[in-house]
């Protein structure tokens, strides 16, 4: 979604309108500045990561009552979302797999203690199958075939494109809505797959956000839109652009004193030392977070 110029997102976004943004950025077809809010640290580390993590098990208790201890589990992604809903499902006693295309990542995966698979080599197995990835048709057709009866897919991803939902609305399949958001899907030798929101977010559709996370995104995206509209002509050209990291920070200290959280400051001879300004940035922009599961 974008909006003024800002974009934004409930989950990693590898695909969809973040990528469209960079697209019409390299092609010369944008029409104003942007600004990048869903890759700043305030947004991603906390909103996509923190966030996901509780909301993940919030859907899926709300619609199918399951119990998370011993189901065997995979994540189709392990971005900040993934890592969410990998690091709560294993604090449940699941056993979780992870699907991924980036050996980086898929390294992260393995060291953090989940296997990676490919999903074709768990298809039959698992019990429940959540994509986060930002991509189109993560989960076919043709896998959904093969799950087991009682199985349940839902998305933590972009947008409804993650699940191919299309070719399950068919004349051969049979749909039953059993409650709100959820459906079961039923195949011609009585096989029932439980499909989570139409596949669309789970987090957006069947839990709650924390009012206090919606407080960190909502102030990054506003502080985002008030940085263009103030800047002077010239500044941000028709690009797209990274929240300044001062301003990460800002919002970040903006939300501390919840926590009763008291910041150590530099001295002086500490800040000359490390050659920063005592207010900050303290971290340069390359700078990478690292948020242990």
Known sequence: MTSGGVSTSASTWRGGSLTWLYQLSKAGKLCVPAMNVNDSVTKQKFDNLYC???????????????????????????????????????????????????????????????????LNEVIRQVDIIITCTGNKNVVTRDQLDRMKNGSIVCNMGHSNTEIDVASLRTPELTWERVRSQVDHVIWPDGKRVILLAEGRLLNLSCSTVPTFVLSITATTQALALIELYNAPEGRYKQDVYL???????????????????????????????????????????????????
């Open 243 to 293: 929240l300044p990291k001062k301003m990460d920070e800002y919002v970040a200290s903006l939300h501390l004193s919840t926590f009763d959280a008291h910041l150590t400051e530099l001295s002086d001879e500490q800040a000359k030392y490390l050659g920063l300004n005592k207010n900050g940035p303290f971290k340069p922009n390359y700078y990478r977070y690292t948020f242990p599961c």
């Open 52 to 118: 996901c993590r509780e909301s993940i098990l919030d859907g899926l208790k709300r619609t199918t009552d399951v119990m998370f201890g011993g189901k065997q589990v995979v994540v189709c992604g392990y971005g900040e979302v993934g890592k969410g809903c990998t690091a709560a499902l294993k604090a449940m006693g699941s056993i979780v797999y992870v699907t991924e295309i980036d050996p980086i990542c898929s390294l992260q995966a393995c060291m953090d203690g989940f296997r990676v698979v490919k």
